[in-house]
T-cell receptor, first 114, second 113 residues
Framework: TQLLEQSPQFLSIQEGENLTVYCNSSSVFSSLQWYRQEPGEGPVLLVTVVTGGEVKKLKRLTFQFGDARKDSSLHITAAQPGDTGLYLCAGNRVGSGNTGKLIFGQGTTLQVKP | ETGVTQSPTHLIKTRGQQVTLRCSSQSGHNTVSWYQQALGQGPQFIFQYYREEENGRGNFPPRFSGLQFPNYSSELNVNALELDDSALYLC????????????FGNGTRLTVT
């Protein structure tokens, strides 16, 4: 059983379209992070959200942390081919101690076609 | 500043053998965490080292062990390799064992035949 469920697992869209990736859990997290990973590379941190209801924007990417701190979403506006990659959500469960002991979702593979 | 570096980048081993993977942490970072990422999956936490001591462990058997050195670099050792150990092994360093962001290396791709 995956503690953090990401959906969808695969997404193939045309350049210019909008998309949303979801990350859900039945557990409460003290913080949630979103990473992007390209083939042959390690994950790169995009954002950390720590407060329930928090919304953060990074250019065309909008991240939201659920009010109950059990879920998060990533919305990309006007996707570009450079957005192609594996998107991972990861979190620290309440009481886990520190950010090194992250629980990851299974990832969403995004392909943006020109 | 120098990022997290891992060696080797690729490795092929036979079932039953032992392997050692190495990680140099980013300059100024004293904490190293290791993750296993199977193909098509998210990374899974193996363990963390802080000040040369294990500081938390995930659901991995004792044949997965590690070390951290005084310069904060780290090793991951896996004994009695199994086919299911084939994966990308990621090392991540952070400034401390608190809420500092993780910086990942590019991983070591281990194939067990």
């Amino acid at each position: 059983t995956q503690l953090l469920e990401q959906s969808p697992q695969f997404l193939s869209i045309q350049e210019g379209e909008n998309l949303t990736v979801y990350c859900n859990s039945s557990s409460v997290f003290s913080s949630l992070q979103w990473y992007r990973q390209e083939p042959g590379e390690g994950p790169v941190l995009l954002v950390t959200v720590v407060t329930g209801g928090e919304v953060k924007k990074l250019k065309r990417l909008t991240f939201q942390f659920g009010d109950a701190r059990k879920d998060s979403s990533l919305h990309i506006t006007a996707a570009q081919p450079g957005d192609t990659g594996l998107y991972l959500c990861a979190g620290n469960r309440v009481g886990s101690g520190n950010t090194g002991k992250l629980i990851f979702g299974q990832g969403t593979t995004l392909q943006v076609k020109p | 500043e120098t990022g997290v570096t891992q060696s080797p980048t690729h490795l092929i081993k036979t079932r039953g053998q032992q392997v050692t993977l190495r990680c140099s942490s980013q300059s100024g970072h004293n904490t190293v965490s290791w993750y296993q990422q199977a193909l098509g999956q998210g990374p899974q936490f193996i363990f963390q080292y802080y000040r040369e001591e294990e500081n938390g462990r995930g659901n991995f058997p004792p044949r997965f062990s590690g070390l951290q050195f005084p310069n904060y670099s780290s090793e991951l050792n896996v004994n009695a390799l199994e086919l299911d150990d084939s994966a990308l092994y990621l090392c991540a360093s952070s400034r401390d064992s608190g809420n500092s962001p993780l910086h990942f290396g590019n991983g070591t791709r281990l194939t067990v035949t």
